[in-house]
């Protein structure tokens, strides 16, 4: 979960980062300091530095500004051997991310380009300098660069954390009791195409197509 797409910043979260959290959690070593002098820097200077050191291409990405790797070594620590659960969904599927270049998705939450919500778009590529998804709107052509949050694949039902939906059509063991429960959006988890939700006092994460959506009871 610390590693998410559209979490990747230039400076801060970048591939060293997932290579020292990749190696401490293997080897419980650490990366050799010589491969991590870009974010030393990056930690040291400011911001319009950083901006003659990159011509201007560099845009801090808020989704990793909380990132700490010492934070994820953590967590590795306190997580042992245990494996994570899996999410809940069809039995034997296979986990599928929800971006990937080539796919069909469908904009949403834009608060500065609402022209473009509900548009459908093709993904183009992945810009990890900014950390956004580039994709071609079908009704102008335009390529635009999205944050991960602001895209879903075309189709799939549209949820809002805070939103109230019905889990059913579960098929795993696990997921059976599940059915028919409501449940909390907490938010969309695009490495595995699926919402994280609150039920029974539990975090478990479903597809889309298992769930729907609660309306809020009247009076």
Not at 95 to 118: C, H, P, Y
Not at 137 to 148: D, I, L, S
């Amino acid at each position: 979960p610390h590693f998410r797409p559209g979490t990747y910043d230039l400076i801060t979260k970048n591939c060293n980062s997932f290579s020292d959290c990749a190696i401490y959690y293997l080897l419980r070593k650490r990366l050799q300091s010589r491969f991590s002098a870009l974010e030393r820097l990056g930690q040291r200077v400011s911001y319009d530095m950083l901006q003659r050191f990159t011509n201007g291409m560099y845009v801090p990405n808020k989704e990793a500004e909380s990132f700490r790797a010492e934070a994820v070594m953590k967590a590795i620590d306190q997580l042992g051997d245990a494996d994570p659960p899996d999410p809940l969904g069809a039995a034997g599927e296979a986990r599928k991310a929800a971006l990937s270049i080539g796919g069909r998705v469908t904009v949403l939450g834009l608060k500065n380009a609402e022209r473009l919500n509900g548009q459908g778009a093709e993904i183009l590529r992945y810009n990890g300098v900014n950390g956004r998804w580039e994709a071609r709107v079908n009704a102008t052509g335009e390529v635009k660069a999205f944050r991960a949050e602001n895209l879903r694949p075309a189709g799939e039902m549209v949820f809002e954390p805070g939103d109230r939906a019905r889990i059913h059509s579960l098929k795993s063991e696990a997921g059976q009791s599940l059915n028919g429960q409501v449940c909390e959006i907490l938010r969309y988890m695009h490495d595995v195409s699926r919402y994280e939700v609150s039920v029974g006092g539990q975090t478990k994460a479903v597809r889309a197509d298992n769930l729907t959506p609660e309306k809020a009871a009247s009076g």
